[in-house]
Nanobody, 125 residues
Framework: QVQLVESGGGLAQAGGSLRLSCAAS????????MGWFRQAPGKEREFVAA?????????LFADSVKGRFTIYRDNAKNTVYLQMNSLKPEDTAVYYC?????????????????WGQGTQVTVSS
């Protein structure tokens, strides 16, 4: 059974930082592209960032977070991270980790095979 468990959410002030973690189990982690999505109240879920299978590999970001967020993975720990800097109130959302064998399904289709349960991030002004 595949499980993606997010942690690291919480409350931050505008301009601050948070690091989200997603621990994966039940899959061959290094075979999967990993991604992060978020959903703010009253809005649709949106793509945030993705990283290819290889540690230190290529990354992709939504325009709204480019230059502020970083995604990276540690295949030895079966974990993917989202480092969020220069946080803004509009970053407030539930953040979801995702996994798929195909990067395309995450980045283009927004339909990865697996989702985590989400972690709340709240940024105060």
């Amino acid at each position: 059974q595949v499980q993606l468990v997010e942690s690291g959410g919480g409350l931050a002030q505008a301009g601050g930082s948070l690091r989200l973690s997603c621990a994966a189990s039940g899959l061959s982690f290094s075979d999967y592209a990993m991604g992060w999505f978020r959903q703010a109240p009253g809005k649709e879920r949106e793509f945030v960032a993705a990283v290819i299978r290889r540690s230190g590999g290529s990354t992709l970001f939504a325009d709204s977070v480019k230059g502020r967020f970083t995604i990276y993975r540690d295949n030895a720990k079966n974990t993917v991270y989202l480092q969020m800097n220069s946080l803004k109130p509009e970053d407030t959302a539930v953040y979801y980790c995702s996994a798929d064998l195909k990067l395309h399904n995450i980045v283009e289709l927004h339909a990865p095979s697996y989702w985590g349960q989400g972690t709340q991030v709240t940024v105060s002004s």
